[in-house]
């Protein structure tokens, strides 16, 4: 992988992980392309991941102080049942990094007829989130939570968005849109930065975890999905509370479709 290619992929992660269209799915179309595959393929992944990551601790940072302000009050109060609900949303998620995580790493190299169907699965979320007309809640509830963090377990399919699958199973729970959005944001930052410290936790240990990439394609990589993730969390939100994500699911079904043709072609 190069400078100019990594550049190119990172821009593509900081838009797409917030967009409802998948950033696994696009960085794996976009490998495929640039012909990077395997172990450099996933550590370049876990970077960018790490990347947007820190671009949603900026954007949403006034959000972020007001939960650890009210945590350490230690009351039960509106803050501490927040944390609450980003840890239930977590259980899912975890049990797939602790127990599948080698069977994921797998798919994730089973080429791009699997991102092509799951596209497909999340247009079909979006779209019938659009149309769905569950009765509102003022709050999420634990047990929304537990199911919006299954949504989360499931986007680890590349072409399944995670935040696409989570703020649409949100939706059809009936939980109000100007909320959805920041906690598809902020339940994703404990399980990335999970990842990224056991990856330096086998770093130190020597074992191989950055596949042979070399330091400036990662760089470079890392300071693009940063920027453009900074730019596309803000974009998100406004969207989100637009309720127009139908327009992204279309998006996703005509990919999908174009993806799996181009695949079929190419077997046939």
């Given at each position: 992988?190069?400078?100019?290619?990594?550049?190119?992929?990172?821009?593509?992660?900081?838009?797409?992980?917030?967009?409802?269209?998948?950033?696994?799915?696009?960085?794996?179309?976009?490998?495929?392309?640039?012909?990077?595959?395997?172990?450099?393929?996933?550590?370049?992944?876990?970077?960018?991941?790490?990347?947007?990551?820190?671009?949603?601790?900026?954007?949403?940072?006034?959000?972020?102080?007001?939960?650890?302000?009210?945590?350490?009050?230690?009351?039960?109060?509106?803050?501490?049942?927040?944390?609450?609900?980003?840890?239930?949303?977590?259980?899912?998620?975890?049990?797939i990094g602790v127990f599948f995580k080698d069977y994921v790493e797998q798919i994730f190299g089973s080429g791009l007829l699997v991102v092509g169907c799951c596209l497909l699965i999340t247009a079909t979320l979006l779209i019938f989130s659009y149309y769905a007309k569950p009765r509102i809640k003022e709050t999420i509830s634990k047990k929304d939570a537990f199911i919006i963090g299954l949504a989360q377990a499931v986007a680890v399919l590349p072409g399944v968005s995670r935040s696409g699958s989570t703020i649409a199973t949100g939706l059809l729970l009936g939980n109000k849109k100007e909320t959805l959005a920041q906690f598809s944001f902020l339940m994703v930052i404990p399980p990335i930065l999970g990842e990224a410290l056991l990856d330096i936790v086998k770093a130190i240990k020597g074992q191989e975890v950055f596949g042979g990439i070399e330091p400036l394609p990662l760089t470079v990589g890392f300071i693009a999905a940063f920027i453009s993730g900074c730019l596309a969390c803000k974009l998100m939100i406004s969207i989100v509370k637009r309720g127009k994500l139908v327009y992204f699911g279309i998006y996703c079904a005509i990919v999908g479709l174009t993806v799996i043709a181009l695949q079929l072609f190419q077997a046939a």
């Open positions: 992988m190069d400078w100019i290619q990594a550049l190119i992929l990172g821009i593509i992660q900081g838009l797409t992980e917030y967009l409802p269209v998948s950033s696994s799915g696009h960085l794996a179309i976009g490998a495929n392309l640039f012909g990077i595959q395997g172990s450099e393929n996933l550590a370049f992944t876990v970077a960018v991941h790490v990347a947007t990551v820190l671009s949603t601790l900026v954007i949403l940072w006034k959000e972020i102080s007001w939960i650890f302000k009210g945590l350490f009050k230690f009351q039960n109060n509106a803050e501490t049942q927040y944390v609450v609900n980003i840890l239930i949303s977590m259980i899912p998620i975890g049990i």
